[in-house]
Nanobody
Framework: QVQLEESGGGLAEPGGSLRLSCAAS????????MAWYRQAPGKQRELVVE????????YAAAVRGRFTFSVDNANKDTWHLQMNNLKPEDSGVYFC????????WGRGTQVTVSG
């Protein structure tokens, strides 16, 4: 059974940093498409960043230059989201996503940016 588990959420001050991680388990083949989404209260889930099958990384305009997606050097089924210069509008539940034949979602981790 494929599972995705996020970690690293929490509380940060504006201008601060957090690093999220997503660990996938139960895979036979690694994901060919990975992403981070977020959902703020009362809003739709939105794409933050995606790594596509051809290894292109696409960032949402709101986070470009502040957030960085990476795949773990030691485990390609783990990926990270380094979030710098956080803003209050970055607050929400962050979900990791993977696709390999079908879509898989983590349960989400809360990020709160408040000063």
């Amino acid at each position: 059974q494929v599972q995705l588990e996020e970690s690293g959420g929490g509380l940060a001050e504006p201008g601060g940093s957090l690093r999220l991680s997503c660990a996938a388990s139960g895979l036979i083949f690694s994901f060919n498409h990975m992403a981070w989404y977020r959902q703020a209260p009362g809003k739709q889930r939105e794409l933050v960043v995606e790594r596509t099958r051809d290894r292109t990384t696409n960032y949402a305009a709101a986070v470009r230059g502040r957030f960085t997606f990476s795949v773990d050097n030691a485990n390609k089924d783990t990926w990270h989201l380094q979030m710098n210069n956080l803003k209050p509008e970055d607050s929400g539940v962050y979900f990791c996503f993977g696709r390999q034949g079908r879509d898989y979602w983590g349960r989400g981790t809360q990020v709160t940016v408040s000063g």
